[in-house]
């Protein structure tokens, strides 16, 4: 007779872990109703200074924001002798931004972004490989993500020829993914022909409008303080989103 030692024995199937999912296609950050500020519209090519424009913004009210400063690094130290040529006569021409101007506004677009709330950064090889992290010193912002834009174009370089800038992702404190980006197939090099229409730094509205959906929801605001071409503003009706922005030309 079999004893209780000599019967066989079953292992049990080990349980199968359930991951939790980091991603997710609906926001649970929406954002505040906005308060539009006396003398600003929204969806119009407003001609103001963009750091007196950022202080009219409520605190924490904006879930995204682009800034594309006019870098003066690129011209002052890397003297390529063409300002006065072509797009380098167009480049030089606008109102370039120093170091204390471009932290200026960093801060207070940290002060008027929604916890959570983006802030889309372009940037050049020269201001990504000597770094910009000073210019976050006493905000709330981190770095988080890069995109390449491949533009197809070839631009200025003295050891190599310019075809592509960069937009640095940053996301104010609390830092999360999950409920606050919702779409997840943009791609980190994203290819797109660069159309300058009239402006020399006009930047990709496919691109932008993706990123716009990513990160905000229909209806709300998106913030650019030194719009320029005012690409943003083009992302924003097209996406359903309403524009905020301003710059010194109008």
Partial sequence: METDSQASTTTPEPQKVRRK???????DAAA???QLP???????????DGCEFLRLLPAESVPAVFFDPQY???LDKMNYGNEGVDRGRQRSALTQMKDETITAFIHSISKVLTPSGHLFLWTDKFHLCTGFSAWLEGTKLNTVDLITWEKTRMGMGYRTRRKSEYLVVLQKLPL????????????????ENHKPNGWPHRKP?????????????????????????????????NSGRNFLGCDLNG
């Fill in 21 to 27: 999912n980091v991603f997710s296609k609906t926001r």
């Fill in 32 to 34: 505040p109703e906005f």
């Fill in 38 to 48: 006396t003398g600003l519209k929204f969806d119009s090519r407003l001609e103001m």
């Fill in 72 to 74: 003066r690094g690129i």
């Fill in 176 to 191: 999360r993914a999950k409920g606050v980006w919702t779409i997840h197939n943009i791609p980190d090099v994203w290819k």
């Fill in 205 to 237: 509205v496919e691109l932008q409008q993706r990123l716009i959906e990513a990160v905000t929801g229909p209806g709300e605001v998106v913030v650019d303080p030194a719009a320029g071409s005012f690409s943003v503003m083009e992302a924003c009706m």
